[in-house]
């Protein structure tokens, strides 16, 4: 009877060790199953994201009709300003470039055709705005009131449209870039049409030829000072450009 029971002790510890087994056995599947669950849930949100953008994309494809401008692109300041103030039609008549503002003012770009500026490195400088001449007109009924109902009510009480620039009211501001022998004669011409010189300065070092920037600003008739506008400007293009690398 001893030799029996010692010999079914380890019977005893082998039933014991293969039970914790198959327990721990029946227990992986329950732990394994919510991983599988979440895994296949992130992969569906990301199927479920990458189709809703897709389809985004090609609705607004097809909302888009073919040669159309979106909207962001299109702006009416490059040909009408604040108060009917037509700037294309004032950029031809001093010969200048619209170029699109949405503050209500003509912005117009007078490009330099000669001679050519040569900055540091052989550059070509005539490509950038800041070596030609520009100038803002903006009607001062826009720039003195302060509430919309007294602009609208001015509006509506003037005659003026924006093909009759006949008694528009405006008021101006222009910098002119010019060559050093022109400072002079154009400063002048300026004074002669009750012209404000605000600032003379430069914009470079080493330029070849050496340039000169002349800030002004007048106020009056639209018709009166672009017409001023033209004759400065005339008068500028006369005046000899003596130790340049191009003819002017």
Request: positive net charge; contains cysteine; hydrophobic residues 35%.
């Amino acid at each position: 009877m001893i030799t029996s029971t010692k010999a079914a002790k380890p019977e005893l510890k082998t039933t014991t060790r293969t039970t914790s087994s198959e327990r721990r056995s029946k227990h992986k599947p329950r732990v394994l199953i919510p991983v599988l669950v979440i895994s296949i849930a992130l992969v569906s949100a990301t199927i479920l994201l990458t189709t809703t953008a897709d389809n985004a994309f090609a609705q607004r494809n097809n909302n888009a009709t073919p040669g159309s401008t979106p909207s962001s692109n299109t702006n009416p300041s490059s040909t009408t300003g604040g108060s009917n103030l037509n700037c294309q039609s004032i950029a031809t008549k001093i010969a200048g470039i619209s170029i699109p503002n949405p503050s209500k003012i003509c912005n117009i770009l007078i490009l330099r055709q000669s001679p050519t500026i040569i900055g540091p490195g052989n550059m070509n400088m005539n490509k950038f705005s800041t070596i030609n001449s520009i100038v803002e007109v903006a009607s001062m009924s826009d720039l003195t009131n302060k509430s919309g109902i007294g602009a609208a009510s001015a509006s509506a009480s003037s005659p003026v449209a924006a093909n009759n620039t006949t008694g528009q009211k405006v008021f101006v501001m222009g910098e002119f870039g010019l060559l050093e022998p022109q400072l002079v004669p154009m400063v002048k011409a300026g004074v002669g049409s009750n012209w404000t010189i605000v600032a003379v300065h430069n914009h470079m070092v080493q330029e070849k030829p050496k340039m000169i920037f002349v800030h002004w600003s007048a106020q009056g008739d639209l018709n009166t000072i672009t017409n001023q506008i033209k004759n400065v400007l005339l008068t500028v293009s006369k005046v000899p450009n003596t130790g340049t690398s191009s003819g002017g």
